[in-house]
């Protein structure tokens, strides 16, 4: 252990930051507003006044908004000193560099602040994808080398990486570890490794959005807003990758590429594409979607947005629809579709069964009407729109009939050759599944063009989301039909074609695979990687929480899916999720999965 660090450091007082673009500048003003004296170093002139600038401008927006006084703002900006000559991080007790992502350039800049630095003073690289272990090597002094990996907008986002290499000394880990609680932060200490948790598990996610883009799967929106709405992220994936930069996005992946040689980090040539022509997001003003102007936020119209030039296609009415099931799944849909005003048959394999799930509405209504969602009157109206029956002959009359049976392919498959015999000629017949092929449906009927995918979300009720899912045989006025349905009962319709996944499945299962084999490989604990996506990607749920929700065994059977359609390697279930299943471990269900839970 190196006995330049004291054994209890000092506190970090004075902190250089070198590299003043939008991380850098948000770090800057983070520890200034903590009390630290702050050195901020760009050999650009025009960045240090731009980072003073930006400082002044959102220390006025805080004091406007109550949250910081006056004064305390005077002290803030008075604590911020800017200089163009590394010499200046001289009195620094930690430097901070967040120089563009070059092994060259961070090579340089750590020479240079091994020429000027203190022996004890502690070095933190920004980077979220080149290797700390070995800028730390480069080093005179690598134990006081480490990685401090802020989440953009600084100043918002709680989590900090803290990346320990083999030659870092534990008390530096310790002192900034320190320094980060000090700062309002969630600190989560990490080993070296490109990406760390968060930029490790959501670089993957955002590459395969940009593959399956590049592939004229879905359209951009549609994947976005499939991320959206059936997973409750701020932002799609490929409004995101525009926000990070392209090329910086390629960046990252290439170096994880390079350290796990998994397909699903291969960059998607369209992001090489992309940044090749410079077209690297918000930045330059056009990336996947076009903007107002480099750096704004606002999206407009081009060749590529939806109806951009094209007539819509004209659909077939409907008034009624049956729904077939009495599960949680069947009810939901029933109640989406008797309070938008639809006549709705809600059929079962008994009456009772039917009733039973109708009762399972009326109680539904009960709660929006006590929660004044719903009034009285509106809450009878719909139940009476509702008619019960035990078998799908009650079907012979609708306009659109949705399955919500079991996901077993030879129950779907037998319950739509049935439909096939009941239902009227002209009824679109749907299927809710989430992983079964819907031409295997379609096939099954002597009418395969009216056959279409509508995936609701579980609650129903509550989720905006469905997946609209065409066939290579599934007639364009029956997509136009069911998404002028989803449009009347406030759902957001996405297209898609039948495939394993969809869009929503096909994105979030490997993320929720990648998460596992972290924890299989000893990287991180299921609390730390929670918390990573969380803090640092804004995800209202961590990946442990999900699939412990979800149920391990739903997650292991679509993630066998997903392997089996795709047949890539790294799509292979970790070992460890296999284990929990075949263990009896199925999540909250079984009150044990990657957490124990009280038993009800």
Known sequence: ????????????????????????????????????????????????????????????????????????????????????????????????????????????????????????????????????????????????????????????????????????????????????????????????????????????????????????????????????????????????????????????????????????????????????????????????????????????????????????????????????????????????????GYQVVLAARSPEKAESAKARIAKSFQRSVARQRLSEADAEAALARITPAGSLDAFADVDLAVEAVAEDLEVKTQLFATLDKVCKPGAVLATTTSSLPVIACARATSRPQDVIGMHFFNPAPAMKLVEVVSTVLTGEDVRATVHAVCASVRKHGVDCGDRAGFIVNALLFPYLNNAVKMVQEHYATPDDIDAAMKLGGGYPMGPFELLDVVGLDVSLAIEQVLHREFRDPGLAPAPLLEHLVAAGCLGRKTGRGFREYARR
Request: aromatic share 4%; glycine share 10%; hydrophobic share 45%.
């Open 1 to 340: 252990m190196s006995p330049e660090i004291p054994d209890t450091p000092s506190p970090l007082r004075t902190v250089a930051v070198v590299g003043l673009g939008t991380m850098g500048t948000g770090i800057a003003e983070v520890l200034a507003r903590a009390g630290r004296e702050v050195v901020g170093i760009d050999v650009s002139a025009a960045a240090t006044r731009q980072a003073a600038t930006a400082l002044e401008r959102s220390t006025a927006r805080a004091v406007a908004r109550g949250r910081m006084t006056e004064a305390e703002r005077g002290d803030a900006l008075a604590r911020f000193r800017t200089f163009t000559e590394i010499e200046a991080a001289a009195s620094a007790d930690l430097v901070i560099e967040v120089v563009p992502e070059s092994y060259d350039v961070k090579h340089e800049v750590l020479a240079e602040l091994d020429r000027v630095l203190r022996p004890e003073t502690i070095v933190a690289t920004g980077t979220n994808a080149l290797s700390v272990t070995r800028l730390a090597a480069d080093s005179a002094h690598p134990e006081r080398v480490l990685g401090l990996h802020f989440f953009n907008p600084v100043q918002a986002m709680k989590l900090v990486e803290v990346v320990s290499s083999v030659l870092t000394d534990p008390r530096a880990v310790a002192a900034v570890t320190d320094l980060a609680v000090e700062l309002g932060k969630e600190p989560v200490a990490v080993g070296d490794r490109p990406g760390f948790i968060a930029d490790g598990l959501l670089f993957g996610y955002l590459n395969q959005a940009a593959a399956m883009y590049e592939s004229r799967y879905a359209t951009r929106e549609d994947i976005d807003a499939a991320m959206r709405l059936g997973c409750g992220l701020p932002m799609g994936p490929l409004a995101l990758l525009d926000l990070i930069g392209v090329d910086t996005a390629r960046r990252v992946l290439e170096a994880m590429y390079a350290a796990s040689q998994d397909r699903l980090h291969a960059p998607a040539p369209i992001l090489g594409q992309l940044a090749a022509a410079g077209l690297t997001g918000r930045k330059a003003g056009r990336g996947f979607y076009t903007y107002a102007a480099p750096g704004s936020a606002e999206v407009v119209e081009d060749a590529l947005t939806p109806g951009h030039g094209r007539a819509a296609a004209g659909g077939r009415p409907v008034a009624s629809v049956g729904v077939a099931g009495s599960g949680t799944m069947a009810s939901g849909i029933a109640e989406v579709f008797a309070k938008s």
